[in-house]
Nanobody, 126 residues
């Protein structure tokens, strides 16, 4: 059974950093794109970043470019979202999601995901 579990959220001051983890089970990352999304109260869900099944293709929303990084540890079947220079507007519930693709695909996209984790809260406030 495919499962995604996020962790690493919390309360951080503006300018601070957090690293979110998305632990995957029941499938291998080599056949799946993993995306990070977020949803703030009263707002639509926003695609933040994705990493392709090869691990080489990455994409970022304009709002986080230069501040966030995505990576993965295939041995641990885990994807990470490193968030630096956090702003109050980054406050949201962050979700990871998986999309079946071809083996070691070069690129990823921020739509079409059909398997979701339960989310982890990130609050940026002084």
């Amino acid at each position: 059974q495919l499962q995604l579990v996020e962790s690493g959220g919390g309360l951080v001051q503006p300018g601070g950093s957090l690293r979110l983890s998305c632990a995957a089970s029941g499938f291998t990352l080599n056949y799946y794109t993993i995306g990070w999304f977020r949803q703030a109260p009263g707002k639509e869900r926003e695609g933040v970043s994705c990493i392709s099944s090869s691990g080489w293709g990455k994409k970022f929303a304009d709002s986080v470019k230069g501040r966030f990084a995505i990576s993965r540890d295939a041995a641990k079947n885990t994807v990470y979202l490193q968030m630096n220079s956090l702003k109050p507007e980054d406050t949201a519930v962050y979700y990871c999601a998986a999309l079946r693709t071809s083996f070691a695909a070069a690129a990823c996209a921020l739509d079409g995901y059909d398997n979701w984790g339960q989310g982890t809260q990130v609050t940026v406030s002084s």
